[in-house]
């Protein structure tokens, strides 16, 4: 790693997030490489060779060369997939492939890069029931919660709860509202009687719905942690930022090694915690993210 080396920030075009953190870096002098992984090969191409030494070569982006043996960092935030609509759908296919094997691989295999976080541990991290399992192991309280793909169950599970269940998608594709505006998938309560044999056409996730006085989100990133208490009226506080209210608070006692344990079992050195305090003082998890992709 070059302590004067650019700081690779691979993303999708529509990232306001992206944007403050570049910010940033350009404010303290440090110089950045901006792609979409997706650009390529249009406007993105790259010659690696791979030595005695390591990984040697560039990256060339339509204003940027980036030496890959000098990235200091990168930070890696959900760009685009690779696209090849000029192929026929078996070339492209192939070439999506090679793509991903090979400029991902260039991309994950960087000299002394210190990633926030790297792409292999973030593909762990995606998957949400792992991240559920990894949050009981790591000691954080969690809902009642179901993954299911049984119309059944979901209704046995719904009824046997004591409190209200919503519904969570299991993963969170880009979504447009009608103005154009990048959102999250809507978290909403379900009941019994709206389960149907459409259930079945896919993975769902079921969950006690917590009682809240309030949430919390958690960010770390290193060895530091931003604990904020998030106030509104909203079952999904990412669906109207309007209406939040935001107040610095302290986490309880056993909380913080819990967070580490948690990305120490993913290899993560970035990530945002989501947590809803019951009027008990409780704090249950409800969600990781490593890439705090919300409506914006």
């Not at 060339?60 to 990168?74: E, F, H, I, K, Q």
């Not at 995606?126 to 559920?132: I, M, Q, T, Y």
């Not at 505006?181 to 149907?196: G, L, M, N, P």
């Amino acid at each position: 790693m070059s302590p004067t080396g650019p700081v690779l920030v691979v993303t999708n075009l529509d990232d306001p997030t992206t944007d403050l953190v570049i910010d940033e870096l350009h404010g303290r002098g440090v110089p950045v490489v901006r792609f979409d992984s997706g650009d390529f090969p249009a406007t993105l191409s790259f010659a690696a060779t791979i030595t005695g030494e390591g990984l040697t070569g560039t990256l060339t982006t339509p204003t940027r060369t980036a030496d890959l043996s000098g990235v200091r960092s990168l930070y890696y935030r959900r760009p685009s997939g690779f696209t090849f609509p000029h192929l026929d759908e078996q070339t492209a296919r192939f070439a999506v492939t090679q793509a991903r094997y090979g400029l991902g691989g260039v991309l994950a295999a960087l000299p002394g890069c210190l990633y926030v976080n790297h792409p292999h541990r973030i593909g762990d991290a995606e998957f949400k029931p792992s991240g559920l399992a990894a949050a009981a192991t790591a000691g954080f309280t969690l809902p009642p919660t179901l993954l299911t793909s049984d119309p059944d169950a979901a209704r046995a599970f719904i009824k046997s709860t004591p409190g209200p269940v919503i519904y969570k998608p299991l993963a969170a594709p880009l979504y447009r509202n009608e103005h154009g505006v990048s959102c999250t998938v809507k978290v909403d309560e379900v009941t019994a009687e709206e389960i149907d044999d459409s259930v079945s056409g896919t993975a769902h996730l079921f969950q006690e719905r917590v009682d809240k006085a309030y949430d919390v989100r958690v960010t770390v990133i290193g060895d530091h942690v931003f604990t904020v208490r998030i106030d509104s009226d909203l079952l999904d506080w990412r669906t109207d930022y309007d209406l939040l209210t935001y107040t610095p608070v302290h986490p309880p006692p056993g909380l913080t090694a819990a967070l580490f344990r948690y990305l120490s079992l993913f290899g993560l050195v970035f990530g945002a915690f989501d947590f809803a305090v019951d009027p008990e003082g409780q704090w249950w998890f409800l969600e990781f993210t490593d890439l705090l992709c919300e409506c914006s």
